[in-house]
């Protein structure tokens, strides 16, 4: 059972970067899938990118491509979410899930059955 700890959160202004950390309590390749995902207040929890188990495939939702960029650095045991160009509507709690189920990302919640506490990103215009 891996545990997963988000940081990297915080303030940043429109057009500003921030880079989010998910760390795992074990090596992620070859065991998870591992996504991110977010919610804001009042709406569902939305995908937002997600590497696979093995191959390091990505995989992104639409509207943040070319914004945002996931990947996975082994030596530490974490899986980064890059966030360039912000904008206020990517304001909110960011979470970082895993998945023994699946191979590739899945925009699904349900199909990760690990999940962080969340931290929270706020984007100020």
């Known amino acids: 059972q891996v545990t997963l700890v988000e940081s990297g959160g915080g303030l940043a202004q429109v057009g500003e970067s921030l880079r989010l950390s998910c760390a795992a309590s074990?090596?992620?390749?070859?065991?998870?899938?591992v996504a991110w995902f977010r919610q804001a207040p009042g709406s569902a929890r939305e995908f937002v990118a997600g590497?696979?188990?093995?191959?390091?495939?990505?995989r992104y939702l639409d509207a943040l491509k070319g914004r945002f960029t996931i990947s996975r650095d082994n030596t530490k045991n974490t899986v980064d979410l890059e966030m360039n160009n912000m904008k206020p509507e990517d304001t909110a709690t960011y979470y970082c899930?895993?998945?023994?189920?699946?191979?590739?990302?899945?925009?699904?919640?349900?199909?990760?059955?690990?999940w962080g506490q969340g931290v929270q990103v706020t984007v100020a215009s």
């Open positions: 074990e090596r992620t390749e070859g065991n998870y899938c």
């Open positions: 899930a895993a998945s023994t189920y699946i191979y590739y990302a899945s925009a699904l919640d349900r199909a990760y059955e690990y």
């Open positions: 590497i696979s188990r093995g191959e390091s495939k990505t």
